[in-house]
């Protein structure tokens, strides 16, 4: 059964940048793509982007252009998600998900941006 | 950007079948939307019901079925419970990009 994975909450100050993973077991990693989704306290979820397959490929909102980057690491099955120059509005819970036939997400993290 | 949109909130009768549904500023929603529905309950993390318009999970109940419905996606729930309350989102799919609708709060009254 597939698994994500992801670290623990972060608590940032305005300018600076995250980094969320997101550890996945049980599927065939470099297969199927992975999405990165967030939510704002008592908002809907929003789409930010996704990776892969073959972690070679990622495809960002336009909303987040050129603030936010997604990688992988094959070795390990685990998912990155980085974005810069934090803001109050990025305060949020950030989702990793799998689409197709694995259909899993992660348990969310969260981030706050506080000065 | 398309604009994905959803009834804002949606009442059932314990056992009744209601139908959400999420339409495209785009136009008719089409299989090539690739259509999903998925479900959100305080605090938890969403889960994925539906994929592909149609394709259900192993682990979605029965009485949840995906379609399309006059150039709309659909989700009906039939025979409701008490624990399908929740929030429901739908997304597509528009040349790589998905878009999410803002969701619809279905409460089991």
């Known amino acids: 059964q597939a698994q994500l994975v992801q670290s623990g909450a972060e608590v940032k100050e305005p300018g600076a940048s995250v980094k969320v993973s997101c550890k996945t077991s049980g599927y065939a990693f470099t297969a199927y793509r992975l999405h990165w989704v967030r939510q704002a306290p008592g908002q809907g979820l929003e789409w930010m982007g996704r990776i892969g397959p073959n972690t070679d490929g990622t495809r960002y909102a336009q909303k987040f252009l050129g603030r936010v980057t997604m990688t992988g690491d094959t070795s390990s099955s685990t998912a990155y998600m980085q974005l810069n120059s934090l803001t109050s509005d990025d305060t949020a819970l950030y989702y990793c998900?799998?689409?197709?036939?694995?259909?899993?997400w992660g348990q969310g993290t969260l981030v706050i941006v506080s000065s | 950007q398309a604009v994905v949109t959803q009834e804002p909130s949606l009442t059932v009768s314990p056992g009744g079948t209601v139908t959400l549904t999420c339409v495209s500023s785009t136009g008719s929603v089409t299989s090539g939307h690739y259509p999903y529905w998925f479900q959100q309950k305080p605090g938890q993390a969403p889960r994925t019901l539906i994929y592909d318009t149609t394709i259900k999970h192993s682990w979605t109940p029965a009485r949840f079925s995906g379609s399309l419905l006059g150039g709309k996606a659909a989700l009906t729930l039939s025979a409701a419970q008490p624990e399908d309350e929740a929030e429901y989102y739908c997304?597509?799919?528009?040349?790589?990009?998905?878009?999410f609708g803002g969701g619809t709060k279905l409460t089991v009254l």
């Open positions: 998900a799998t689409t197709g036939v694995i259909g899993a």
């Open positions: 997304s597509f799919s528009f040349s790589g990009s998905t878009v």
